[in-house]
T-cell receptor
Framework: ETGVTQSPTHLIKTRGQQVTLRCSSQ?????VSWYQQALGQGPQFIFQYYREEENGRGNFPPRFSGLQFPNYSSELNVNALELDDSALYLC???????????FGPGTRLTVL | QKEVEQDPGPLSVPEGAIVSLNCTYSNSAFQYFMWYRQYSRKGPELLMYTYSSGNKEDGRFTAQVDKSSKYISLFIRDSQPSDSATYLCAMDAGGTSYGKLTFGQGTILTVHP
């Protein structure tokens, strides 16, 4: 086990709703990255937070936003959910940007 | 065209076989190359990490990087049923993009007894 936990495990939402996903990083890891993994695809980078500041963003619209807290926890928020947002959302923590990333088990989001 | 292409499609091999997994990439900025293994209902776990052309060996696993051809491979010797998983290649350009991984689409490997 990596020590990275995510909640909830599964989530079902309706199109247009908002969702918050949570991640708890390994102790001492001040970098967290979020990825979206569609069924049958590899993970796609959403954004990274380092010391509570956004430190790079992938090709995702502004309705995807995040927060990182001093206690090694972080959130991914998605507004105005669309059907294509259905995916496994993974968070990964590392001691600093570029170091080995340790992934959590993911949250499976289904948008109906 | 995707930055990282991973082939072949689903693989099914007998126990003890040698497995070859491959990725090609188009972005010459990629400097760091990784292979992750992902079991069903789990997050990816790092198997191998390399940053230079050549071979790196770790037990039954060998990672190969050819930067001139923009091609990386993972070889698994004496494959075991416990190796059955999805294998993902991942790449990192470093610099201001350090830690923002670009993944291939994954190869599902099944090793049958």
């Amino acid at each position: 086990e990596t020590g990275v936990t995510q909640s909830p495990t599964h989530l079902i939402k309706t199109r247009g709703q908002q969702v918050t996903l949570r991640c708890s990083s390994q102790s001492g890891h001040n970098t967290v990255s979020w990825y979206q993994q569609a069924l049958g695809q590899g993970p796609q980078f959403i954004f990274q937070y380092y010391r509570e500041e956004e430190n790079g963003r992938g090709n995702f619209p502004p309705r995807f936003s995040g927060l990182q807290f001093p206690n090694y926890s972080s959130e991914l928020n998605v507004n105005a959910l669309e059907l294509d947002d259905s995916a496994l959302y993974l968070c990964a923590s590392s001691s600093r940007p570029g170091d080995t990333q340790y992934f959590g088990p993911g949250t499976r989001l289904t948008v109906l | 065209q995707k930055e990282v292409e991973q082939d072949p499609g689903p693989l099914s091999v007998p126990e003890g076989a040698i497995v070859s997994l491959n990725c090609t990439y188009s972005n010459s900025a990629f400097q760091y190359f990784m292979w992750y293994r992902q079991y069903s209902r789990k997050g990816p776990e790092l198997l191998m990490y390399t940053y230079s052309s050549g071979n790196k060996e770790d037990g039954r696993f060998t990672a190969q990087v050819d930067k001139s051809s923009k091609y990386i491979s993972l070889f698994i010797r004496d494959s075991q049923p416990s190796d059955s998983a999805t294998y993902l290649c991942a790449m990192d350009a470093g610099g201001t993009s350090y830690g923002k991984l670009t993944f291939g689409q994954g190869t599902i490997l099944t090793v049958h007894p």
